[in-house]
């Protein structure tokens, strides 16, 4: 089946504690990116990544950190993580630019 | 800054009758315009893609539109059905390769 697969679902975790959340997809697409979902913000654009070892930020970089070593992978790393970090974060999948999205099942993330 | 806004907030309609979602965006110059349904607790389901060149797109009972010079998009749920209550989001993809996402209408399909 196609999907874009996000790793763990939920996680709380405390102020400072490195943190990665996995996503991975079978499409063999080459765009993916990261959200997070906040009530009254929206959806707001993490990171993207039009390919392999290209990367750029989003509107809402600060504090987060990507790597894309394979196409199918694209890990969001929180290297200290903060409670303003809370938050629902989604990961997505275009097989390129200006393709419709697929979209993971979300990360449930709480930083206390 | 690519600013999209959805309005109503929220609606309420009973059981078949025909839904209007409507999404505005700041920026004309987009590549696409998205429509993606959210269920509480999951993630988002693609409904719709409209390129910039084209007016419409439909699937079924829903049927999206787009007017690039007036910024503005229009979701059209026919019939609607209690299996349709969700939260709808339009996305807005920019040059830029950024993706704007208005904050979404919560429809309720009351049977």
């Known amino acids: 089946e196609a999907q874009v697969t996000q790793n763990p679902r939920y996680l709380i975790t405390v102020t400072g504690k490195k943190l990665t959340v996995t996503c991975s997809q079978n499409?063999?697409?080459?765009?993916m990116s990261w959200y997070r979902q906040d009530p009254g913000l929206g959806l707001r654009q993490i990171y993207y990544?039009?390919?392999?070892?290209?990367?750029d930020k989003g509107d809402v970089p600060e504090g987060y950190k990507v790597s894309r070593k394979e196409k199918r992978n694209f890990p969001l790393i929180l290297e200290s993580p903060s409670p303003n970090q809370t938050s629902l974060y989604f990961c997505?999948?275009?097989?390129?630019?200006?393709?419709?999205?697929?979209f993971g099942s979300g990360t449930r993330l709480t930083v206390v | 800054k690519q600013e999209v806004t959805q309005i109503p907030a929220a609606l309420s309609v009973p059981e078949g009758e025909n839904l209007v979602l409507n999404c505005s965006f700041t920026?004309?110059?987009?590549?696409?315009l998205q429509w993606f349904r959210q269920d509480p607790g999951k993630g988002l389901t693609s409904l719709l893609l409209?390129?910039?060149?084209?007016r419409e797109q439909t699937s079924g009972r829903l049927n999206a539109s787009l007017d690039k010079s007036s910024g503005r998009s229009t979701l059209y749920i026919a019939a609607s059905q209690p299996g349709d209550s969700a939260t709808y989001l339009c996305?807005?993809?920019?040059?830029?390769?950024?993706?704007?996402f208005g904050a979404g209408t919560t429809v309720t399909v009351r049977a």
């Open positions: 997505a999948s275009s097989l390129s630019y200006g393709l419709g999205y697929t």
């Open positions: 499409m063999n697409h080459e765009y």
């Open positions: 990544s039009m390919n392999v070892e290209v990367t």
């Open positions: 920026d004309s110059a987009i590549y696409n």
């Open positions: 409209i390129q910039s060149s084209q």
């Open positions: 996305a807005a993809l920019a040059r830029d390769y950024k993706l704007s």
